[in-house]
């Protein structure tokens, strides 16, 4: 990724991989991704217009691209004081219009697991309907703030339990007034392997307007959704205590992160 070091993203907890491997399978492989966005008022001006530039750009890289646009489909789910779906899980090249995120409200995080939940277990089920081989989901959640005063914990473990078939890998990044202890509690890896539970989030230091943070965090989840498209397994790598934005020359080893296949 591109230098910008003002944007003061860092691995702030990253542990080893699963090492576990994809099953291989005949016919199509889909890898589902959702972004989940905080749209509170808090993100209103620079951070909610960063937020919708990004929702531009990642629809265009991976709809221009025929290989990785076959291989993924993207939702996108917003939330303030209730959650809601901004975007299905499509493939990108059947969207005839980009939606917007409008900062409002206050940051329900016990909503957006909670609909995750049940977007995720529907929009899996119509995949295996179709007949393809569906790979764990991975969830990319954005937020600038504490969340509200619920039992959003209560959600969230819901949605990670293992009982749940669909439980989905999370991202989490923390931008601007977002609380670090918070924001590590809501990563979670569930691929399975030798390593267990994983946890894997960034968060971005205090750097004034959170507007250059966003669009390197969408510039990672851009280039992160490509790199599992064109791997021969769902798989995705960055340097431990790496930078977002850094050029590579910075941090430890490599850590893989493997996506395991549901079917």
């Given at each position: 990724?591109?230098?910008?070091?003002?944007?003061?993203?860092?691995?702030?907890?990253?542990?080893?991989?699963?090492?576990?491997?994809?099953?291989?399978?005949?016919?199509?492989?889909?890898?589902?991704?959702?972004?989940?966005?905080?749209?509170?008022?808090?993100?209103?001006?620079?951070?909610?217009?960063?937020?919708?530039?990004?929702?531009?750009?990642?629809?265009?890289?991976?709809?221009?691209?025929?290989?990785?646009?076959?291989k993924v489909r993207?939702?996108?789910?917003?939330?303030?004081?209730?959650?809601?779906?901004?975007?299905?899980?499509?493939?990108?090249?059947?969207?005839?219009?980009?939606?917007?995120?409008?900062?409002?409200?206050?940051?329900?995080?016990?909503?957006?697991?909670?609909?995750?939940?049940?977007?995720?277990?529907?929009?899996?089920?119509?995949?295996?309907?179709?007949?393809?081989?569906?790979?764990?989901?991975?969830?990319?959640?954005?937020?600038?703030?504490?969340?509200?005063?619920?039992?959003?914990?209560?959600?969230?473990?819901?949605?990670?339990?293992?009982?749940?078939?669909?439980?989905?890998?999370?991202?989490?990044?923390?931008?601007?007034?977002?609380?670090?202890?918070?924001?590590?509690?809501?990563a979670r890896w569930?691929?399975?392997?030798?390593?267990?539970?994983?946890?894997?989030?960034?968060?971005?230091?205090?750097?004034?307007?959170?507007?250059?943070?966003?669009?390197?965090?969408?510039?990672?989840?851009?280039?992160?959704?490509?790199?599992?498209?064109?791997?021969?397994?769902?798989?995705?790598?960055?340097?431990?205590?790496?930078?977002?934005?850094?050029?590579?020359?910075?941090?430890?080893?490599?850590?893989?992160?493997?996506?395991?296949?549901?079917?």
């Amino acid at each position: 990724m591109s230098n910008i070091s003002n944007s003061g993203l860092t691995a702030a907890d990253l542990i080893d991989s699963s090492g576990g491997t994809a099953k291989s399978e005949g016919g199509l492989q889909v890898l589902p991704f959702y972004i989940v966005c905080d749209e509170s008022s808090s993100m209103d001006g620079a951070s909610i217009a960063a937020v919708n530039d990004g929702i531009v750009e990642l629809f265009d890289e991976i709809s221009s691209d025929p290989v990785v646009d076959a291989k993924v489909r993207v939702g996108i789910i917003a939330f303030n004081d209730m959650a809601r779906v901004l975007f299905p899980l499509t493939q990108l090249s059947d969207v005839a219009q980009i939606p917007i995120c409008v900062a409002s409200g206050s940051t329900s995080y016990a909503a957006a697991f909670r609909l995750l939940k049940t977007q995720i277990e529907s929009d899996v089920t119509m995949l295996r309907q179709e007949g393809v081989s569906v790979h764990r989901p991975c969830v990319f959640f954005m937020s600038d703030g504490a969340p509200n005063n619920e039992n959003w914990r209560a959600e969230l473990d819901a949605l990670a339990d293992p009982s749940f078939a669909f439980s989905p890998n999370i991202v989490s990044f923390g931008v601007a007034g977002a609380v670090q202890d918070v924001i590590a509690d809501v990563a979670r890896w569930k691929s399975s392997g030798a390593g267990g539970g994983k946890k894997f989030f960034f968060m971005a230091g205090d750097v004034g307007s959170p507007g250059p943070a966003i669009k390197e965090i969408i510039k990672f989840i851009i280039q992160t959704i490509v790199a599992s498209a064109k791997s021969n397994k769902a798989a995705f790598e960055i340097k431990d205590g790496a930078t977002i934005g850094d050029s590579g020359a910075n941090g430890g080893g490599v850590t893989t992160f493997v996506i395991d296949s549901l079917n």
